[in-house]
């Protein structure tokens, strides 16, 4: 059973940093697909980015790739997720997600496997 646990969400005012961490088990990283999702209130799921465990490679979506980093540390099976110039509008709970088989489409159905989340709020 794969199992996901998101961490270091927080309050933080604006144009501040936060990083977020996914604890990954019960997937190989050798060729995963972590990805990084939120959800503000009344509003879909918005996928943020995502990162190839096996080679390193990420994938931004265009509304972060400016502020938004994502790594992986194999070796604790643990994803980043680094935000920076943070921004009211980022408020909201962000979920990490995990597949075996690649980005698809990037959406939320592409991913069967997520954490529960945690709360970033950015006061302005």
């Known amino acids: 059973e794969v199992q996901l646990q998101a961490s270091g969400g927080g309050l933080v005012q604006a144009g501040g940093s936060l990083r977020l961490s996914c604890l990954a088990s019960g997937i190989s990283f050798d060729d995963a697909v972590i990805a990084w999702f939120r959800q503000a209130p009344g509003q879909e799921r918005e996928g943020l980015s995502a990162i190839s465990t096996g080679d390193g490679v990420p994938y931004y979506a265009d509304s972060v790739k400016d502020r938004f980093t994502t790594s992986t540390d194999n070796a604790k099976k643990t994803v980043y997720l680094q935000m920076n110039s943070l921004k009211p509008e980022d408020t909201a709970v962000y979920y990490c997600?995990?597949?075996?088989?690649?980005?698809?489409?990037?959406?939320?159905?592409?991913?069967?496997?997520w954490g529960q989340g945690t709360q970033v709020t950015v006061s302005s």
């Open positions: 997600a995990a597949n075996s088989y690649g980005l698809g489409a990037f959406t939320p159905a592409d991913f069967p496997s």
